[in-house]
């Protein structure tokens, strides 16, 4: 699955943005609080209007329309998720007994086990113990091996990386 930025544009924090993430390839996302990481990923996923250019995946170009079909392609690990107390079922059941690293393990590691060949990553909203972070690095580059398309907010993994 190939998913591609053409001249994306969205207000001030994404101008003219191309990039092409190709089958079995791991892209990060880095930059600044408030540089656009978190807004590229919810236009990538269909939830944010674009001001300018397109996003296409395999050649089909996303829309308003289209959004919910593309979604349905993608895994999809959030910046945040909370799960509402007694929750049953998808195995979040204790969601909220866990600290931020397993939660943030339990959502990767789901995602890669999907059968999604998309692989859309956020960053978790606080920093993460080193082995986690380790850990998840890991996993990303896993996945790209395994012919999964990764677009992930990451600063750790420098080849492939996009800075807004």
């Known amino acids: 699955m190939m998913l591609e930025l053409h001249n994306m544009t ?16 791991l892209v990060t996302i880095t930059g ?5 990481k978190s807004l590229l990923i919810r236009a990538v996923l269909g939830l944010i209007p674009i001001d300018d250019g397109f ?5 089909e170009v996303l829309t308003p329309m289209s959004a919910f079909y593309f979604r349905r392609q993608m895994a999809y690990v959030p910046q945040y998720l909370s799960v509402p107390e007694g929750y049953k079922g998808g195995g979040l059941e204790h969601w909220n007994e866990l600290s ?3 939660r943030y393990m339990l959502l990767m ?8 060949q998309l692989l859309i990553v956020d960053e978790p909203p606080q920093p993460l113990a080193v082995e986690t ?10 996945a790209a091996q395994c012919g999964k398309t990764v677009l ?5 993994i420098k ?4 800075k807004l």
């Open 133 to 142: 972070e380790n850990a998840i690095d890991q996993l990303l580059k896993e």
């Open 152 to 156: 992930a907010v990451n600063s750790r």
């Open 100 to 102: 931020a690293d397993e």
């Open 55 to 59: 996003i296409s995946i395999d050649g």
């Open 10 to 25: 969205i207000g001030q924090q994404i101008r003219a943005l191309s990039l092409t993430v190709s089958e079995g390839q």
């Open 32 to 36: 600044s609080k408030g540089s656009g």
């Open 159 to 162: 080849n492939n990386q996009i």
């Open 109 to 116: 590691n789901k995602a890669i086990a999907s059968d999604k």
